[in-house]
Structure formats: structure tokens, C-alpha cells
T-cell receptor, first 115, second 112 residues
Framework: KAGVTQTPRYLIKTRGQQVTLSCSPISGHRSVSWYQQTPGQGLQFLFEYFSETQRNKGNFPGRFSGRQFSNSRSEMNVSTLELGDSALYLC??????????????FGPGTRLTVT | AQSVTQLDSQVPVFEEAPVELRCNYSSSVSVYLFWYVQYPNQGLQLLLKYLSGSTLVESINGFEAEFNKSQTSFHLRKPSVHISDTAEYFCAVTSGTYKYIFGTGTRLKVLA
């Protein structure tokens, strides 16, 4: 079974621009979560989607948004990029609530550099 | 609120020696616990999980962790490490959602 895929793997953007990152979960997984990883703040939860609905949200400004499609694929968008948004963005997939499975499987990440 | 503490930011150990990476958590409700490993320029790989049942959980590559509710700990151990175990290890906790709280990570450096 293929793992979680994320595209693109690397991205360089300029301050003020916006960016969209994509995530395809493991086949059969219906929940997708996003995390930001930086050397200073570590791994921080951004949001979680299930059945095209945002179920949980972390403590990030409104510039960070996401969505999930009917095939469980997810995208996250960051508008008006700031230098501090430079990070590794990780997507994780899981079977979904009510399954008794709370483990998540992570993709390789998208390395975003804002200049 | 939940929190996870990984006290050791770096742990150097010689090859074939035992290692313990410490993880303590704080939570007012029941928790599920995980250890993930991250190799350079890669995502996180699930190493092992505690959901319920036996408090001692093992991975296929020789790691084990024991859930200790009274000490609120979930330390990771391996009796004999290999060079290939060099990586960063993250402990995570959740109370039943997919919103994980991660520790700050421990860099394991295995020396020849």
C-alpha cells in the first residue's frame, strides 16, 4: 500500500506570496492532519480534516487554512507569507474517528523556504 | 491541557550499548502514546504505540517502551543500538483525537 504523499517536496517563495501544499493520504484513510516543524517551535499541530470538515484547529493565524476533498486528499494554504513560515510541513493520515485507531502515518513533508 | 517532556535533547551512545530515551507526559484524562523516529530530510515514522492493554510495547526493530501511568512516563529503550539507529526520536500524546502533542525530540547519536 502506498504511503502518504506530499507535493511539492521543496518550495521557495517570497514574502507576501501565497502557497498551496498538497497531501494524498494512504488508501482507505479518511482523516488528514497537518503539522508545522521548525527548529525553534518543534512540531506544532495546524489542523485536522475528516469527511471534508475541519475537526480540530491549532493555534495558528487565519493565514493558514486547509481543506479536504471527497477523495480524502487535502490541501493547505498559507497566504501573505512571512519569513517565519519557513518550515517543514508534514501531513499525516489516519483511518479516522470511531475506528479505535489513533495512530497517524506521516508523509515526507514539504520544505517551504520564504525569502 | 496536555504536554510532553523529553528532557534529553541529545543522547550519544556507543554502538551495541543500551539506550533509554525519556518521555514524560502530563494529562488530566486517559492518553494514547506514541514514539516516532525521523531521519534527516524525511518525515516521521511510527516506531511504536500504546493504545491499551499491555503496558510494554515493542517494535519490529528491537525498540520497546513501557507505559507507566503512576509516573506518567513512556520511556523508549533498546538493549543494543546500531549505527543505523542514529536519528531524532519524538514522543507524542493524544487523548483520543488526531491532534497530537509532541515532545521537543531527542537526537540519538550512535558512535562507532
Amino acid at each position: 500500500k502506498a504511503g502518504v504523499t506530499q507535493t511539492p517536496r521543496y518550495l521557495i517563495k517570497t514574502r507576501g506570496q501565497q502557497v498551496t501544499l498538497s497531501c494524498s493520504p494512504i488508501s482507505g484513510h479518511r482523516s488528514v492532519s497537518w503539522y508545522q516543524q521548525t527548529p525553534g517551535q518543534g512540531l506544532q499541530f495546524l489542523f485536522e480534516y475528516f469527511s471534508e470538515t475541519q475537526r480540530n484547529k491549532g493555534n495558528f493565524p487565519g493565514r493558514f487554512s486547509g481543506r479536504q476533498f471527497s477523495n480524502s486528499r487535502s490541501e493547505m494554504n498559507v497566504s501573505t507569507l512571512e519569513l517565519g513560515d519557513s518550515a517543514l510541513y508534514l501531513c499525516a493520515s489516519s483511518l479516522g474517528p470511531g475506528t479505535g485507531h489513533y495512530e497517524q502515518y506521516f508523509g515526507p513533508g514539504t520544505r517551504l523556504t520564504v525569502t | 491541557a496536555q504536554s510532553v517532556t523529553q528532557l534529553d535533547s541529545q543522547v550519544p551512545v556507543f554502538e551495541e550499548a543500551p539506550v533509554e530515551l525519556r518521555c514524560n507526559y502530563s494529562s488530566s484524562v486517559s492518553v494514547y502514546l506514541f514514539w516516532y523516529v525521523q531521519y534527516p530530510n524525511q518525515g516521521l515514522q511510527l516506531l511504536l504505540k500504546y493504545l491499551s492493554g499491555s503496558t510494554l510495547v515493542e517494535s519490529i526493530n528491537g525498540f520497546e517502551a513501557e507505559f507507566n501511568k503512576s509516573q506518567t512516563s513512556f520511556h523508549l529503550r533498546k538493549p543494543s543500538v546500531h549505527i543505523s539507529d542514529t536519528a531524532e526520536y519524538f514522543c507524542a500524546v493524544t487523548s483520543g483525537t488526531y491532534k497530537y502533542i509532541f515532545g521537543t525530540g531527542t537526537r540519538l547519536k550512535v558512535l562507532a
